[in-house]
């Protein structure tokens, strides 16, 4: 089951690690300032993913990247349109006299729509951009896909929904056989449903499909990370069509009720208008994140109680 883990403290900028169940390799949403995130945390990171680029969510992306140059990897970095300019402009206000170009290699994914996503290439030491190629899927791998949606924050603000694929597991005390490698030969004929796939098990060959009922097919778990944005309908369609029936979201929470005209004026959300979404979203939990930094631990308390009220339908 994917987790995550929120790396900043109240007053700090946000920052949002998701860490991947037997993978070394972690994801991080947004580049606050996160006191809470370590050097070999950040050195798992393999792919980041920026909401959108005020300074809140993105001035700690040299400190990101200090700790990635010299790695020899292949990072990704998802983000709004321009992400790639304004990537590609922090880069090259450092001197790199001394940087091999083989110690990092940057590939960012630019969201210009639903279906059109721009992929560059980066790396040192001059960091010239390079256009890839243009596809209309995010982000996938062996372990997730990366479903999104673009808001309203009087700027384009990406909200993330990971979802882990689904698995296969196989009741071996269903079985009157041994293991051995029909059993991953059966998974895969499931997953494909090639149900005449042949299966050889002790001398004898079956028909996959004989055995299908000894396999269950598990849901993966959906996590969800939806920055800021403003209280309006054609938002909350938007993360409805994305978000519906999540295991878990966080959700930006920036203001208290009696602030909802601050929310207005700066296209922000407020706390009984998130957990109203959220409820609408049959999501299964909701966390509110990403407060004011005007508001104290007690202002917190507050919004979390609002917000719970409006997620639970009271």
Same mark, same amino acid.
């Given at each position: 089951?994917?987790?995550?883990?929120?790396?900043?403290?109240?007053?700090? %900028?946000?920052?949002?690690?998701?860490?991947?169940?037997?993978?070394?390799?972690?994801?991080?949403?947004?580049?606050?300032?996160?006191?809470?995130?370590?050097?070999?945390?950040?050195?798992?990171?393999?792919?980041?993913?920026?909401?959108? @680029? /005020?300074?809140?969510?993105?001035?700690?992306?040299?400190?990101?990247?200090?700790?990635?140059?010299?790695?020899?990897?292949?990072?990704?970095?998802?983000?709004?349109?321009?992400?790639?300019?304004?990537?590609?402009?922090?880069?090259?206000?450092?001197?790199?006299?001394?940087?091999?170009?083989?110690?990092?290699?940057?590939?960012? #994914?630019?969201?210009?729509?639903?279906?059109?996503?721009?992929?560059?290439?980066?790396?040192?030491? /001059?960091?010239?951009?390079?256009?890839?190629? @243009?596809?209309?899927?995010?982000?996938?791998?062996?372990?997730?896909?990366?479903?999104?949606?673009?808001?309203?924050?009087?700027?384009?603000?990406?909200?993330?929904?990971?979802?882990?694929?689904?698995?296969?597991?196989?009741?071996?005390?269903?079985? =009157?056989?041994?293991?051995?490698?029909?059993?991953?030969?059966?998974?895969?004929?499931?997953?494909?449903?090639?149900?005449?796939?042949?299966?050889?098990?002790?001398?004898?060959?079956? #028909?996959?499909?004989?055995?299908? /009922?000894?396999?269950?097919?598990?849901?993966?778990?959906?996590?969800?990370?939806?920055?800021?944005?403003?209280?309006?309908?054609?938002?909350?369609?938007?993360?409805?069509?994305?978000?519906?029936?999540?295991?878990?979201?966080?959700?930006?929470?920036?203001?208290? %009720?009696?602030?909802?005209?601050?929310?207005?004026?700066?296209?922000?959300?407020?706390?009984?208008?998130?957990?109203?979404?959220?409820?609408?979203?049959?999501?299964?939990?909701?966390?509110?994140? /990403?407060?004011? #930094?005007?508001?104290? =631990?007690?202002?917190?308390?507050?919004?979390?109680?609002?917000?719970?009220?409006?997620?639970?339908?009271?």
């Amino acid at each position: 089951m994917l987790q995550a883990e929120i790396k900043s403290l109240l007053k700090e %900028d946000i920052s949002i690690l998701i860490k991947v169940p037997n993978s070394a390799k972690h994801y991080l949403c947004d580049c606050g300032e996160a006191s809470l995130l370590t050097v070999k945390e950040v050195q798992s990171v393999s792919a980041v993913f920026i909401s959108h @680029t /005020h300074i809140d969510h993105f001035s700690n992306f040299d400190g990101i990247f200090r700790h990635q140059i010299g790695s020899g990897e292949k990072i990704v970095i998802c983000g709004p349109k321009n992400i790639h300019q304004q990537i590609e402009a922090r880069l090259k206000s450092y001197t790199w006299n001394l940087i091999d170009e083989n110690a990092i290699v940057y590939e960012i #994914r630019e969201i210009v729509s639903r279906e059109e996503i721009n992929v560059y290439k980066i790396h040192p030491p /001059h960091w010239n951009l390079e256009l890839i190629k @243009t596809q209309n899927f995010l982000f996938e791998n062996e372990y997730v896909n990366v479903d999104f949606a673009i808001l309203d924050h009087k700027t384009d603000s990406i909200a993330y929904l990971f979802k882990e694929k689904d698995s296969v597991t196989f009741n071996e005390n269903a079985s =009157e056989f041994k293991k051995g490698k029909w059993i991953s030969e059966l998974k895969t004929a499931f997953e494909n449903n090639d149900s005449d796939k042949e299966i050889q098990i002790e001398e004898t060959v079956y #028909r996959a499909s004989a055995f299908f /009922h000894l396999l269950t097919r598990n849901t993966g778990y959906k996590l969800g990370v939806i920055m800021d944005h403003a209280v309006c309908e054609d938002n909350y369609e938007k993360i409805k069509t994305v978000f519906k029936g999540a295991d878990l979201v966080y959700i930006e929470t920036f203001y208290k %009720d009696e602030d909802q005209e601050f929310a207005k004026i700066n296209y922000h959300s407020f706390a009984s208008a998130s957990g109203k979404v959220m409820n609408e979203c049959e999501v299964k939990e909701a966390i509110p994140i /990403h407060f004011s #930094r005007r508001y104290v =631990e007690s202002d917190q308390l507050e919004i979390e109680t609002a917000f719970y009220k409006a997620f639970q339908g009271n």
